[in-house]
């Protein structure tokens, strides 16, 4: 039955308009109107209309602005504020109003300028259309402006936009087939130079740990496909994928590390600090881990405490139960070995989803310990902005449910030039040749997606 429904999608879209327009109740400026579709990859969407503002993460895609806030920084009272505000003046024309995308940098001093000129430092959309797969369905989601939708051909126009959707939905994005230039990396000395910089500060009781990052950089014969990369990064196992588009420029990763999620009043977050090469990516690493040399290293057991200790002290004043895994575990990906910390519990009373990434973001695992003085000083050394790397993305919905998960294992894709960026967690302990090896491995499921060719 709900096949036979999405398949005449633009049939139940135009009742649903007609509907909307002549019933709006006084107050409501907006219309949320969600149909069933045929199953597709929603990736390809983010071919469609190249110009527009887009938001992906994990099965949700959204494309197209109904409604935004930017904001010069971390607010979540602003940011909750203006979502309930939204959402009480959205008339539904069935089911419920679409989730809200939203996204930040690393730091509010990290946007605005370079390649990341476009991109807020943080905000939240509205998509205008939201697409979302399911086990076994799909569904799609305009959301408009009510008197965009009064009149007969403004509706008309709203069906052909749906037909475009439905059709790229079936599209198979061709394999890019692109020569590229030799990687311009940071050169080895740089690099060294900044480890050596934070340690000496670390040694010096300034901080606990610092995170650096470096950037590489490749060109091509031609465009990338974001829709072929994005589909390609969904297919990192143990990770979510995510882009995001603003102006020509989009950024995509698959992330394995999670920020904050919650469902109802239960929320789930972790620790993931501590690296070594997995066993499959022996001939880049020249050793190979099953996760046992690392959670017998010190050195990786020290710098997961520290993140374990510092996100358990920022979450309790902000839930009712909190419950933290006693040992850390070894999270096996497909390049490297994390150590895992897992933590659930049950928030407080009022908190939303936003608070929790408000107080979590940046977590020691992406800036250092303090976490505000180590942004102050990536920002001061390292050579460029990260942007939206190491930031966070995802989405919430109108009861506050939702997944957030920190924006890393990333690049920023602007026409023939791709930016990748990693880093590593810096303690007094750290080698820097190992910590650049370590940079290298992350890499590789950007490389990958890339349609570069890596060592088996």
Same mark, same amino acid.
């Given at each position: 039955?709900?096949?036979?429904?999405?398949?005449?999608?633009?049939?139940?879209?135009?009742?649903?308009?007609?509907l909307?327009?002549?019933?709006?109740?006084?107050?409501?400026?907006?219309?949320?109107?969600?149909?069933?579709?045929q199953?597709?990859s929603?990736?390809?969407?983010?071919?469609?209309?190249?110009g527009?503002?887009?938001?992906?993460?994990?099965?949700?895609?959204?494309i197209?602005?109904?409604?935004?806030?930017?904001?010069?920084?971390?607010?979540?009272?602003?940011?909750?504020?203006?979502?309930?505000?939204?959402?009480?003046?959205?008339?539904?024309?069935?089911?419920?109003?679409?989730?809200?995308?939203?996204?930040?940098?690393?730091?509010?001093g990290?946007?605005?300028?370079?390649?990341?000129?476009?991109?807020?430092?943080?905000?939240?959309?509205?998509?205008?259309?939201?697409?979302?797969?399911?086990?076994?369905?799909?569904?799609?989601?305009?959301?408009?402006?009510?008197?965009?939708?009064?009149?007969?051909?403004?509706?008309?126009?709203?069906?052909?936009?749906?037909?475009?959707?439905?059709?790229w939905?079936?599209?198979?994005q061709?394999a890019?087939?692109?020569?590229?230039?030799?990687?311009?990396?940071?050169?080895?000395?740089?690099?060294?130079?900044?480890?050596?910089?934070?340690?000496?500060?670390?040694?010096?009781?300034?901080?606990?740990?610092?995170?650096?990052? $470096? !950037?590489?950089?490749? %060109? *091509?014969?031609?465009?990338?496909?974001? +829709? =072929?990369?994005?589909?390609? #990064? @969904?297919?990192?196992?143990?990770?979510?994928?995510?882009?995001?588009?603003?102006?020509?420029?989009?950024?995509?990763?698959?992330?394995?590390?999670?920020?904050?999620?919650?469902?109802?009043?239960?929320?789930?977050?972790?620790?993931?600090?501590?690296?070594?090469?997995?066993?499959?990516?022996?001939?880049?690493?020249?050793?190979?881990?099953?996760?046992?040399?690392?959670? $017998? !290293?010190?050195?990786? %057991? *020290?710098?997961?405490?520290?993140?374990? +200790? =510092?996100?358990?002290?920022? #979450? @309790?004043?902000?839930?009712?139960?909190?419950?933290?895994?006693?040992?850390?575990?070894?999270?096996?990906?497909?390049?490297?070995?994390?150590?895992?910390?897992?933590?659930?519990?049950?928030?407080?009373?009022?908190?939303?989803?936003?608070?929790?990434?408000?107080?979590?973001?940046?977590?020691?695992?992406?800036?250092?310990?303090?976490?505000?003085?180590?942004?102050?000083?990536? !920002?001061?050394?390292?050579?460029?902005?990260?942007?939206?790397?190491?930031?966070?993305?995802?989405?919430?919905? @109108?009861s506050?449910?939702?997944?957030?998960?920190?924006?890393?294992?990333?690049?920023?894709?602007?026409?023939?030039?791709?930016?990748?960026?990693?880093?590593?967690?810096?303690?007094?302990?750290?080698?820097?040749?190992?910590?650049?090896?370590?940079?290298?491995?992350?890499?590789?499921?950007?490389?990958?997606?890339?349609?570069?060719?890596?060592?088996?």
């Open positions: 039955m709900e096949a036979e429904a999405a398949s005449d999608g633009p049939t139940l879209l135009k009742r649903g308009l007609e909307a327009a002549g019933s709006v109740p006084a107050g409501r400026a907006m219309v949320s109107i969600t149909i069933p579709v199953p597709g929603g990736a390809s969407l983010l071919e469609l209309w190249p527009q503002t887009a938001l992906a993460y994990g099965p949700r895609v959204g197209g602005i109904a409604a935004q806030l930017r904001l010069a920084h971390l607010d979540a009272a602003a940011a909750k504020d203006w979502a309930q505000q939204l959402w009480a003046g959205i008339a539904l024309a069935n089911g419920e109003p679409p989730a809200i995308l939203c996204g930040a940098a690393f730091s509010p990290s946007t605005g300028n370079d390649r990341w000129s476009e991109f807020p430092a943080f905000t939240l959309i509205l998509p205008r259309w939201t697409h979302w797969q399911e086990p076994g369905h799909a569904k799609l989601s305009l959301t408009a402006p009510a008197e965009t939708l009064r009149e007969p051909w403004q509706r008309d126009q709203v069906i052909d936009e749906l037909k475009q959707l439905t059709a939905l079936g599209v198979s061709a890019c087939d692109l020569k590229t230039q030799p990687p311009r990396e940071m050169a080895y000395g740089v690099w060294e130079k900044l480890v050596e910089a934070a340690r000496e500060v670390i040694r010096s009781g300034h901080f606990q740990k610092l995170v650096v990052a $470096r !950037s590489t950089t490749l %060109r *091509a014969s031609g465009h990338w496909s974001e +829709a =072929e990369v994005f589909e390609k #990064l @969904r297919a990192s196992p143990g990770c979510v994928p995510f882009a995001a588009r603003f102006g020509k420029s989009t950024f995509l990763g698959a992330t394995p590390e999670r920020l904050i999620e919650r469902r109802g009043d239960r929320i789930r977050t972790e620790a993931l600090a501590g690296t070594a090469a997995s066993q499959t990516a022996g001939a880049v690493a020249g050793h190979r881990d099953d996760g046992a040399d690392l959670l $017998r !290293s010190a050195k990786n %057991r *020290a710098e997961h405490q520290l993140v374990v +200790a =510092e996100i358990e002290r920022r #979450l @309790r004043p902000l839930c009712a139960e909190l419950s933290v895994a006693i040992e850390p575990r070894p999270r096996h990906l497909k390049d490297v070995v994390h150590l895992q910390t897992p933590m659930a519990g049950r928030v407080a009373s009022g908190v939303h989803i936003l608070d929790l990434a408000c107080a979590l973001h940046p977590t020691p695992a992406i800036a250092g310990l303090p976490s505000g003085e180590a942004v102050e000083w990536i !920002s001061a050394h390292e050579p460029e902005p990260r942007g939206w790397y190491a930031g966070f993305i995802g989405w919430f919905d @109108r506050g449910d939702g997944e957030l998960s920190v924006s890393i294992r990333s690049g920023l894709l602007s026409e023939d030039e791709a930016v990748l960026y990693t880093g590593a967690g810096i303690v007094a302990g750290s080698d820097p040749s190992a910590e650049y090896l370590e940079t290298a491995w992350k890499q590789r499921p950007f490389l990958r997606a890339l349609g570069i060719e890596l060592p088996a």
